[in-house]
């Protein structure tokens, strides 16, 4: 009867949630469009001809950086490239360019003004990106300029990356507006990761149920976030530490297969799932591996990409066959319960998909440009990463929300059942298993409480005279006095049959006395206003926990058997007749 409003409400859910995606798009295709950006205040100069280019004193036909065909640059190579220092100098006038796994010398007129990396290379570290800002006297133009690059890993670059002349500040500014959108998508990952690390910390701490999918999401995130933040170079406008940032590049792109594959385990695709295992268990070996011999000097990072592009080649291709096949099921599926229950998840899923497909097309992209096309990989940006890391963002967002919501129906069902299971369905008011449930908390504290026990006088005279609907309603309008007259009561109960307990926050003998004068007078209202139905009468006791040595069931025991000596009193105090009639249920 209600699944059309249901499939209504879902249908609307999810049109909010695809809006919101949109929105999210549009906005950062708006904050990337360069409308916004500042406009330099001096003229920013690309150099890219007119070069001069060896290799290991091997001059290149040439003279364009964009054509210029190195090859793969290893261990030992030197590049040369030579030009003239332009000739309309501007104020802050400096070169700026990036090195990669390089030793690097600037020499006007053949005399160094500027080296990087000499300190590395002595150490035997690896040498990290860097972007090199070398200033230029306006004395210098027109004189020659000659850099040099000198390998010192195998495999180290295969292009020159551009090299700008201008003034420090423009370039910065430049610089920041160019890469402003891997700025914000790097960040909100890093940061949307460290959510979901206090919040999986928080939940693990509080002991409440964990979903594991919450830490491999976390991973996920920081994995991308870092990435894109180290490889696109956000991180020097912040920091001057570019050893760290590169190492942090490298640990980002080795985790990110591991997390992804991780993510597929918990999150409920049993296709395939022993190969998942066996290829996570593979990814976190090799990363640690590679770490160790990397920090001991053995090998560094970068000698290990091409290893790392094959596997993760295997594992995502692996990877969007699984998830193409998890979608086809769920399509399939009947259980439409299933479908809502999984919708996060699933929108999680289809931000891993795209992005899977997009980072392969970067990473086939990046293998060519660096071992086939003459430009080299340092040209070579992870748009298609970014991308897909936006859809992710994207996904991301929906399965919060979609989390949310379902975190609610959850709660509210659990509430609902709870609501079964510890409601007395005759009476509505608490049944014998959340009684026993109170009163082992109320152990387990400190709080000081009276215990009522009531018992229902003649309820089986009535039950044999009048039937058993007659009884049932001597105990569901006994059990409506019980809620009206208590209704701050820590637990009003029906303990079985005719047992009843109240269990009140204090043991004033002056305030349990009035409590108990107006039950007396709400039984004797509603025995003159219900004429033709049986009189209810009750044996009550009660005790007081006044120490928190005392156990809940001991003070129930003490309120009971008090409760059994007015049973007995009220015996005595019957009509002949009414002993007759009135054999009590004990």
């Not at 070069?51 to 036909?61: C, F, G, H, K, M």
């Not at 005759?426 to 000081?448: D, F, H, P, Y």
């Amino acid at each position: 009867m209600n699944s059309y409003p249901n499939k209504i409400q879902t249908y609307i859910k999810y049109i909010f949630f695809y809006f919101l995606a949109v929105l999210v798009m549009v906005t950062f295709i708006l904050y990337g469009t360069s409308s916004i950006n500042t406009p330099p205040a001096f003229e920013l100069t690309s150099l890219e001809n007119d070069y001069t280019i060896t290799v290991n004193d091997v001059v290149l036909e040439s003279t364009d950086l964009t054509s210029a065909d190195l090859g793969v640059i290893n261990k030992g190579d030197i590049v040369t490239i030579t030009t003239t220092v332009p000739q309309d100098p501007v104020p802050g006038s400096c070169l700026a360019f990036r090195s990669i796994l390089s030793t690097v010398n600037v020499l006007i007129n053949d005399k160094i003004i500027y080296s990087y990396g000499q300190d590395y290379a002595a150490k035997n570290m690896m040498l990290p990106k860097h972007y090199n800002y070398v200033s230029i006297d306006p004395e210098y133009a027109g004189s020659l300029l000659t850099i040099t690059f000198s390998a010192t890993e195998n495999s180290a670059f295969s292009g020159i990356s551009e090299i700008y002349f201008g003034n420090v500040d423009d370039y910065s500014t430049y610089f920041f507006q160019k890469e402003k959108i891997n700025f914000i998508i790097g960040d909100f990952l890093s940061v949307f990761g460290l959510v979901q690390l206090i919040l999986f910390i928080t939940l693990r701490f509080s002991k409440k149920s964990i979903d594991a999918s919450l830490l491999f999401s976390c991973m996920i995130s920081f994995s991308l976030g870092g990435y894109i933040l180290c490889y696109n170079d956000v991180f020097p406008i912040i920091s001057s530490n570019d050893y760290i940032f590169t190492c942090i590049e490298y640990i980002s792109l080795y985790f990110i297969p591991p997390s992804i594959i991780g993510f597929l385990i918990v999150s409920g695709q049993e296709f395939g799932i022993k190969i998942s295992k066996l290829m996570c268990l593979i990814d976190y070996i090799f990363v640690a591996v590679v770490s160790f011999l990397h920090f001991t000097g053995i090998s560094h990072y970068n000698n290990f990409v091409t290893t790392m592009h094959v596997i993760a080649l295997i594992e995502g291709l692996y990877s969007i066959f699984v998830l193409v096949h998890s979608f086809i099921k769920k399509l399939k599926s009947p259980d439409r319960f299933e479908q809502v229950q999984s919708a996060s998840v699933n929108a999680l899923l289809a931000g891993l998909l795209i992005f899977l497909v997009f980072s392969i097309i970067d990473l086939i992209k990046f293998d060519f440009m660096k071992y086939v096309a003459s430009q080299g990989e340092s040209r070579t940006n992870v748009s298609f990463v970014t991308v897909g890391a936006l859809s992710f963002v994207i996904c991301l967002v929906i399965n919060y929300f979609l989390h949310i919501t379902e975190h609610i129906n959850e709660i509210t069902i659990k509430t609902k059942l709870q609501g079964l299971a510890y409601k007395d369905s005759l009476t509505g008011i608490s049944n014998r298993a959340r009684c026993e449930q109170v009163q082992k908390e109320l152990s387990e504290s400190s709080k000081s409480f009276c215990i009522i026990s009531i018992d229902l006088d003649r309820l089986k005279y009535v039950n044999d005279t009048f039937g058993h609907l007659s009884g049932d309603k001597m105990i569901a309008d006994f059990a409506h006095i019980l809620s009206d007259v208590f209704p701050t009561a820590i637990l009003v109960g029906r303990m079985g049959g005719d047992e009843f307990i109240v269990i009140i926050d204090t043991t004033d003998q002056s305030l349990i006395s009035m409590c108990l004068d107006k039950l007396k007078t709400a039984i004797d209202k509603r025995n003159d206003s219900s004429k033709d139905d049986p009189p209810i009468s009750a044996s009550i006791g009660y005790a007081l926990r006044t120490l928190p040595s005392q156990s809940c069931h001991d003070i129930y025991m003490e309120a009971d058997n008090n409760m059994i000596i007015q049973k007995q009193l009220n015996r005595r105090l019957l009509s002949p007749l009414d002993q007759q009639k009135g054999g009590e249920n004990r």
